[in-house]
């Protein structure tokens, strides 16, 4: 069965400290793989989504970027952090477009 | 444009009482339809979907939703809710990337 993995599940950093947010799936192969926001009080917000390795879209300009270094591996980074990218940070795996998404853990991430 | 709207920011039910969220969508086809679902701290449990077919599609957790192209609508609803079904519910609607609704967050009565 295929299982999804964040890492670390919560995170509190100064203002203008790097990020390195990690998502890895596992049991399956070529996932379509995604990175969303989760504001307080406030909708999934989506940010980057890879449909394969150096194939990466961005869906809101930001102070965040996303790489794919591997198959199954999705990392969320930032050079340096604001106020406004404290958040809960979600990672989703679907096998080819049009399917459902399946979700990580989370992380929770205080920009202080 | 294609857009999903749950209506109720927040719904408060009785334990053991009868549930339904709603949730109306946007859409020039027939849509993919899914809800998940959202405990605190978590990430979201896709609960149900809907693609084709029977209108009527049952998921996990004794949740079931309802499918009306006339109404734009995807209900969901439980005959009987727990304790343990407080979370927030999110309907979405597929279309070249996943719609999602802004949620509903439902309460539970003892």
């Known amino acids: 069965s295929q299982t999804i993995h964040q890492w670390p599940a919560t995170l509190v950093q100064p203002v203008g400290s790097p990020l390195s947010l990690e998502c890895t799936v596992e049991?399956?192969?070529?996932?379509?793989l995604y990175w969303y926001r989760q504001a307080a009080g406030r909708g999934l917000q989506l940010l980057f989504y890879?449909?394969?390795?150096?194939?990466i879209s961005s869906e809101v300009p930001q102070n965040l970027s996303a790489s794919r270094p591997q198959d199954r591996q999705f990392i969320l980074s930032s050079k340096k952090l604001l106020l406004s990218d404290s958040g809960f940070y979600l990672c989703?795996?679907?096998?080819?477009?049009?399917?459902?998404?399946?979700f990580g853990p989370g992380t929770r991430l205080t920009v202080t | 444009a294609q857009s999903v709207t749950q209506p109720d920011i927040h719904i408060t039910v009785s334990e053991g009482a009868s549930l339904e969220l709603r949730c109306n969508y946007s859409?020039?086809?027939?849509?993919?339809l899914f809800w998940y679902v959202q405990s605190p701290g978590q990430g979201l449990q896709l609960l149900l979907k809907?693609?084709?077919?029977?209108?009527l599609v049952q998921g996990i957790k004794g949740f079931e939703a309802e499918f009306k192209r006339s109404q734009s609508s995807f209900n969901l609803r439980k005959p009987s809710v727990h304790w343990s079904d407080a979370a927030e519910y999110f309907c979405?609607?597929?279309?070249?990337?996943?719609?999602f609704g802004k949620g509903t967050r439902l309460h539970i009565l003892p």
């Open positions: 979405a609607l597929r279309d070249d990337k996943i719609i």
């Open positions: 989703a795996w679907e096998r080819g477009q049009g399917n459902e998404q399946y």
């Open positions: 859409y020039g086809a027939t849509p993919y």
């Open positions: 809907y693609f084709s077919g029977d209108t």
């Open positions: 049991g399956t192969s070529n996932p379509n």
């Open positions: 890879s449909i394969g390795i150096d194939q």
